[in-house]
């Protein structure tokens, strides 16, 4: 599976962006979709994931209730959809793919190349 990210770009603080990830290969519907970040000196941290469209999604606590993570399979594509940004979502936001359940610690095999996104106060 290859992923790209795009969509990144500079915000106001309490503004929106939506970053989509395209991915190529086979059996996409059957990959754990997840978003990642990392700030600048700081390590990269989970933000959100998916397995099924129709399905459960898991977000970080830092980001519940202002992110939304969603795909289309016949796409091959998924979404990070952000609201309220604040400072602190300042990052470089990575796609990225797994088998396995969604609730499981399975290491993401398939990373995409990162997206920055800044957000100004």
């Known amino acids: 599976v290859q992923l790209q990210a795009s969509g990144g770009g500079l915000v106001q603080a309490g503004g929106s962006l939506r970053l989509p990830c395209a991915a190529s290969?086979?059996?996409?519907?059957?990959?754990?979709m997840g978003w990642f970040r990392q700030a600048p000196g700081k390590e990269r941290e989970f933000v959100a994931a998916m397995l099924s469209s129709a399905g459960p999604a898991r977000y970080a606590d830092s980001v519940k209730g202002r992110f939304t993570i969603s795909r289309d399979n016949a796409k091959n594509a998924v979404y990070l959809q952000m609201n309220s940004l604040k400072p602190e979502d300042t990052a470089v936001y990575y796609c990225?793919?797994?088998?396995?359940?969604?609730?499981?610690?399975?290491?993401?095999?398939?990373w995409g190349q990162g997206t920055l996104v800044t957000v100004s106060s």
């Open positions: 990225a793919a797994r088998v396995g359940p969604l609730y499981s610690d399975t290491s993401y095999n398939y």
């Open positions: 290969g086979r059996s996409f519907s059957s990959y754990v």
